[in-house]
């Protein structure tokens, strides 16, 4: 052995999908097989057994399944009837959905900064943005730490405003002990594979505690329908698949556990990267319990470190390289470089780590030892 750090390469992938569904292939394999035999394929039981789980697991009242989590985002804004001339804010330091959803009801997305240690939506910038055609706003529970709730609910229940929680990275996320999910006045969540709590292809999820709204939803996902070839309004095809529904009714019983995994993780990445370098690990607010979707440090010297770490064998990503108020498909919004400097600041300093439940201590002894190495050698 000779070498910085035993001299030895390891592969690090950035997550590893095929591990955690070995975990419980089994019981996936019998839930897939029990659809196979039912044959209802759309809105099955599995889809209530799951809605009816989900709800219990955010601790609140609705859950009802959908096709993504862009359309849990877009059906919530059609059932508070949010459209062309409302405003709707949120961070542009976000995953693009977040803002595609406002602008696919016809509303105007309205981009504010996020706090650059938590990336959660600045509370103070949001109070700032605020305009009489604001109607909602969206806090993002980035990286899997939920925003910072309270500043936030107090202002908007004093203006009007409806929360919309944007949790598709913060499943079973806390903020001062209550779930994401349950803290404004619906959420959405999605369940592509890669999120903490992944399908097998697309799938999402409301919830909500407003029975009047949970039931609108249900009503927009399936054509406007409540009975059957009844049509009260103009609806969608937003399903979650049966067979969806039965992998995630699974996958849910592991949920908490995977995300004590990953919080295992960051705090060993946390302890080794302090002091090192120029990082700076992420942070975790007080009273929230973070589920560690992402592990995102910041440096200045980003490009290097990333190259380096790929060179060494070690998977990074970058969520995300262009903020949505630089993104191309916004340009005629007339938003350009400049607008949010906290946020662009944040997109050229910041690097995922690889985490994941499952990924080992040495892995993550090696990626630090990479990290140490790297400012070492200056
Ligand atoms: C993944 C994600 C979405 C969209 O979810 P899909 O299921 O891919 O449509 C929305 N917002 C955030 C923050 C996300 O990470």
Known sequence: MSGRFGGMLMNVPFLDLKM????????????????????????????????????????????????????????????MDIGPGDEVIT?????????LAISAVGATPV?????????TLDPVAFEAAVTKRTKAVVPVHLYGQTADMKPILDFARKHGLKVIEDAC?????RYNGRRAGSLGDAAAFS?????????????????????ALAERIRTLRNYGS???????ELGENSRLDTLQAAVLGVKLKHLDEGNAARRVAAAQYTERLAGVGDIKPPAV????EHVFHLYVIQTARRAELQKYLSAQG???LIHYPVPVHLQKAYVSNGWGHGDFPKTEQLADRILSLPIFPGIKEEQIEYVCGVIRSFYVKG
């Open 111 to 119: 981009l504010v900064e996020v706090d650059s240690d938590t990336y």
């Open 169 to 173: 990275q913060a499943h079973g996320a």
């Open 285 to 288: 607010r007080e009273g929230s």
């Open 314 to 316: 070690v998977d990074c």
């Open 226 to 232: 409540a009975e059957k070839y009844y049509h009260d």
């Open 20 to 79: 955690q569904t070995a975990a419980c292939a089994d019981e996936i394999r019998a839930a897939m097989d029990q659809v196979v035999s039912d044959c209802n394929f759309v809105l099955g039981r599995q889809v209530d057994d799951f809605e009816r789980a989900f709800a219990s697991y955010c601790e609140c009242e609705h859950s009802i399944g959908v096709a993504t989590g862009l359309d849990a985002l877009k059906l919530i804004f059609r059932a």
């Open 91 to 99: 961070t542009s330091h976000t995953f693009i959905a977040t803002a």
């Open 191 to 211: 369940f592509y594979p890669g999120k903490n709590l992944g399908a097998f292809g697309d799938g999402g999820a409301v919830t909500t505690n407003d029975a």
